[in-house]
């Protein structure tokens, strides 16, 4: 089992003891000055990651509504136009230059007519799938949670029938475990079901916890240290010869280690 944090979880030096992969969260890591990617910033992060020897994934920007989220820096998957391209191809770039076996990336918002942002959406996925191909880099696309309405890809069947609408084999699944249980109301049996219905396309994992259910607060998506919420993390052990990385998007240290232990007893490790 490949172990793997967002760079968010903590410094380097104190994740490197227990996790082989970081996940760079480009919007995160103040490397853009507004939308102009300042390549000695992003120099000394890189410089720091291979001072531990870590392997890398890369999570492109997205569209977020939390106001500490850079606003240049949003993009919307089914709304894009040359800056947005731009600043994707920069993290595919990236991707390529660290050999990392994958870019996550956030499906559309919802708009006005429904159909047209679908269609949009997948429209710009397969240009980004085309830019992967380029770079020779794999995309994941991440299942959002339902408790948003706005977004699109929540169901493991959209985000599947997406996924096979841009038919490419740099554009696969990111599977977020705790992003599904939300739009799985914390319940188990349709958790499993949802793992087995995208379970074909996924190359990616993200560990995080939740109560299943809407909140105030990021509207139900926590991201709680696995163990803390409601997620059943045995459906993982529907991933049958899955060989990617379990990442845990979790915001501490010590909730990285809650997490780890989670997941041994959940695969009775």
Known sequence: MILGASSFAGHPGDLKEHVEFIELYVPKIGIYNGSTLEIEKLDRVLDEISIYNFAVTVHAPYSSGDSKYPSALQIDTAKMGKREFTLMEESIALANQVEAPVVVLHPGRIGPDREKSYYSMIKNLNKLASVADDYGVTLGLENKESTDPSNFCCEAEELSLAIEAVNSEHLKATFDIGHANLTCRGNPEKLKEFVLTLKKHII??????????????????????????????????????????YNFEVFSLEDLIFGKRTLEKAFKL
Not at 214 to 243: I, N, Q, R
């Open 204 to 245: 990616h994992l993200h560990l995080h916890d939740n109560s299943g259910h809407w909140t105030e607060k990021y509207d139900g998506d926590e991201h709680m240290a696995p163990g803390e919420g409601c997620v059943d993390f045995s459906a993982l052990k529907l991933l049958s010869g899955y060989k990617g990385v």
